[in-house]
């Protein structure tokens, strides 16, 4: 029976793969990428030259028994994404189940996670907080988000984390500052990275300052 490993890539700079995570890669039969070509460039830079396969959201359920099947043929094969950790806001989490089902070992290779990286430098508590993810997109999806959000806030002393396309930052900032105007306001980008930034503020001024402006990179959120 072949083990799965979830590793850890980096979410910007490349020297942030561990020792254990290139020997990880370089010793697997397969490694399954979100995105082959972004993967590539990191696989290349650690002299990485292993089979690389598409899985993301839009194959990962016709994949899965292909996978499983290889898995208990005796084959090893590394689960990575785009960027961090996987299955948090990607894909996986239904390939890890069924390797749970099967008895087929599933093992974790930490690294690199923009939720663990944005909290310890925001400035905000952390010994208490909560990962929501990506805002829906729709209405009634998004107000039951955010009363979720309102509540644990208010429930507890927790520090809110959620993940959003700069595409959409402003128009969710203007939503966060109708419903939590001050609370305590923290956006980190391009973590890890040369233009790496951190924002401070209530939410509303926070909102106020960026409107109109057009952030690029990778964005979290954290409110507390």
Do not use: W
């Amino acid at each position: 029976m072949g083990k799965l490993y979830l590793v850890s890539t980096p979410i910007g700079n490349l020297e942030d793969l561990s020792i254990r995570a290139i020997n990880t890669l370089k010793n697997v039969d397969l490694i399954l990428a979100e995105d082959t070509r972004r993967s590539s460039i990191l696989l290349k830079h650690y002299s990485v030259n292993k089979l690389l396969s598409s899985f993301h959201e839009h194959n990962e359920e016709k994949k899965q028994n292909e996978i499983i099947e290889k898995l208990k043929q005796g084959q090893n094969i590394a689960l990575i994404s785009d960027a961090g950790t996987p299955t948090l806001s990607d894909p996986g989490y239904k390939l890890i189940r069924e390797c749970v089902k099967e008895n087929i070992k599933v093992i974790s290779i930490p690294g690199a996670s923009a939720v663990i990286t944005a909290l310890a430098s925001s400035g905000l508590p952390t010994d208490s907080f909560s990962f929501f993810g990506y805002a829906p997109k729709k209405g009634g999806k998004k107000r039951l988000f955010y009363e979720k959000m309102h509540k644990s806030l208010d429930g507890i002393t927790s520090t809110v984390i959620l993940f959003e396309s700069p595409y959409r930052l402003e128009k969710t900032l203007q939503e966060l500052a109708s419903i939590f105007p001050e609370k305590n306001l923290v956006i980190a980008r391009e973590l890890t990275k040369a233009h790496e930034e951190i924002i401070r503020g209530k939410v509303a001024f926070v909102a106020k300052i960026l409107k109109g402006k057009k952030l690029k990179g990778e964005i979290t959120i954290l409110i507390n």
